[in-house]
Protein backbone atom coordinates (compact mmCIF):
# COMPACT_ATOMS: atom_id res chain seq x y z
CA UNK A 1 0.00 0.00 0.00
CA UNK A 2 1.72 3.54 -0.94
CA UNK A 3 2.25 6.19 1.72
CA UNK A 4 -0.39 8.42 0.74
CA UNK A 5 -2.96 5.36 0.42
CA UNK A 6 -2.10 4.58 4.67
CA UNK A 7 -2.71 8.39 5.22
CA UNK A 8 -6.09 8.31 3.62
CA UNK A 9 -6.66 5.16 5.25
CA UNK A 10 -5.56 6.62 9.01
CA UNK A 11 -7.61 10.00 8.12
CA UNK A 12 -10.53 7.17 7.25
CA UNK A 13 -10.46 5.68 11.17
CA UNK A 14 -10.09 8.82 12.59
CA UNK A 15 -12.91 10.30 11.20
CA UNK A 16 -15.04 6.86 12.08
CA UNK A 17 -13.88 6.93 15.41
CA UNK A 18 -14.68 10.64 16.17
CA UNK A 19 -17.99 11.17 17.84
CA UNK A 20 -19.16 14.97 17.65
CA UNK A 21 -16.48 16.92 19.10
CA UNK A 22 -16.48 20.24 17.85
CA UNK A 23 -12.64 20.28 18.79
CA UNK A 24 -12.05 17.13 17.25
CA UNK A 25 -14.23 17.69 14.51
CA UNK A 26 -11.68 20.83 13.91
CA UNK A 27 -8.73 19.04 14.02
CA UNK A 28 -10.20 16.23 11.38
CA UNK A 29 -11.05 19.18 8.85
CA UNK A 30 -7.58 20.41 9.12
CA UNK A 31 -5.83 16.29 8.47
CA UNK A 32 -7.90 15.99 5.81
CA UNK A 33 -7.89 19.46 3.92
CA UNK A 34 -4.10 19.22 4.31
CA UNK A 35 -4.67 15.08 2.65
CA UNK A 36 -6.91 16.98 0.13
CA UNK A 37 -4.16 19.43 -0.68
CA UNK A 38 -1.60 17.47 -1.12
CA UNK A 39 -3.25 14.81 -3.08
CA UNK A 40 -4.33 18.11 -5.68
CA UNK A 41 -1.02 19.29 -6.20
CA UNK A 42 0.10 15.73 -6.88
CA UNK A 43 -2.86 15.19 -9.35
CA UNK A 44 -2.01 19.04 -10.96
CA UNK A 45 1.87 18.28 -11.52
CA UNK A 46 0.60 14.87 -13.05
CA UNK A 47 2.59 12.91 -10.40
CA UNK A 48 0.02 10.00 -10.01
CA UNK A 49 0.59 6.67 -8.83
CA UNK A 50 0.38 3.60 -10.74
CA UNK A 51 -3.41 2.67 -11.07
CA UNK A 52 -3.64 0.11 -8.14
CA UNK A 53 -2.75 2.85 -5.69
CA UNK A 54 -4.72 5.38 -7.73
CA UNK A 55 -7.79 3.03 -7.15
CA UNK A 56 -6.74 2.59 -3.30
CA UNK A 57 -6.52 6.67 -3.00
CA UNK A 58 -10.03 6.71 -4.83
CA UNK A 59 -11.94 4.22 -2.49
CA UNK A 60 -10.44 6.02 -0.02
CA UNK A 61 -11.35 9.56 -1.29
CA UNK A 62 -14.96 8.07 -1.32
CA UNK A 63 -15.03 6.80 2.03
CA UNK A 64 -13.77 9.86 3.44
CA UNK A 65 -16.18 12.14 1.46
CA UNK A 66 -18.82 9.69 2.67
CA UNK A 67 -17.98 9.70 6.54
CA UNK A 68 -17.95 13.31 6.29
CA UNK A 69 -21.19 13.74 5.01
CA UNK A 70 -22.25 11.58 7.58
CA UNK A 71 -20.66 13.34 10.19
CA UNK A 72 -20.39 17.13 9.53
CA UNK A 73 -23.32 19.16 8.03
CA UNK A 74 -23.51 22.64 7.89
CA UNK A 75 -20.76 24.91 8.10
CA UNK A 76 -19.53 26.52 4.97
CA UNK A 77 -15.95 25.18 5.00
CA UNK A 78 -17.13 21.47 5.69
CA UNK A 79 -19.33 22.03 2.54
CA UNK A 80 -16.28 23.35 0.14
CA UNK A 81 -14.22 20.11 1.74
CA UNK A 82 -17.18 18.20 0.72
CA UNK A 83 -16.92 19.59 -2.73
CA UNK A 84 -12.86 19.33 -3.22
CA UNK A 85 -13.21 15.75 -2.54
CA UNK A 86 -15.42 14.61 -4.72
CA UNK A 87 -13.64 16.76 -7.48
CA UNK A 88 -10.68 14.81 -6.30
CA UNK A 89 -12.83 11.55 -6.67
CA UNK A 90 -14.16 12.19 -9.98
CA UNK A 91 -10.90 13.83 -11.51
CA UNK A 92 -9.04 10.31 -10.12
CA UNK A 93 -11.66 8.34 -11.91
CA UNK A 94 -11.24 10.39 -14.84
CA UNK A 95 -7.53 9.36 -14.51
CA UNK A 96 -7.86 5.82 -14.15
CA UNK A 97 -10.18 4.96 -17.58
CA UNK A 98 -7.46 7.43 -19.48
CA UNK A 99 -4.78 5.29 -18.04
CA UNK A 100 -6.62 2.15 -18.87
CA UNK A 101 -7.49 3.57 -22.85
CA UNK A 102 -3.54 4.22 -23.21
CA UNK A 103 -2.49 0.93 -22.33
CA UNK A 104 -5.43 -0.28 -25.10
CA UNK A 105 -4.05 1.64 -27.63
CA UNK A 106 -0.18 0.83 -26.99
CA UNK A 107 -1.14 -3.06 -26.55
CA UNK A 108 -3.21 -3.03 -30.12
CA UNK A 109 -0.28 -0.56 -31.30
CA UNK A 110 2.38 -2.74 -30.14
CA UNK A 111 -0.17 -5.78 -32.17
CA UNK A 112 -0.03 -4.25 -35.20
CA UNK A 113 3.65 -3.37 -34.97
CA UNK A 114 4.59 -7.39 -34.60
CA UNK A 115 1.99 -8.54 -37.20
CA UNK A 116 3.76 -5.87 -39.32
CA UNK A 117 7.32 -7.26 -38.90
CA UNK A 118 6.62 -10.96 -38.99
CA UNK A 119 6.90 -11.48 -35.40
Known sequence: MSKRAEQWRK???MLEAVKVDPKKLK????????????LE???????????R?????????IKLQ?????LLEG???LEQLKKRLQSLCE???IERKIRVQ????????LQILCKSEGR
Open 11 to 13: ALM
Open 66 to 70: STLEN
Open 91 to 93: RMH
Open 102 to 109: MRGQLQKS
Open 75 to 77: TNE
Open 41 to 51: ESINRGELPDS
Open 27 to 38: EMEGLISRITSN
Open 53 to 61: PLYEQQSLA
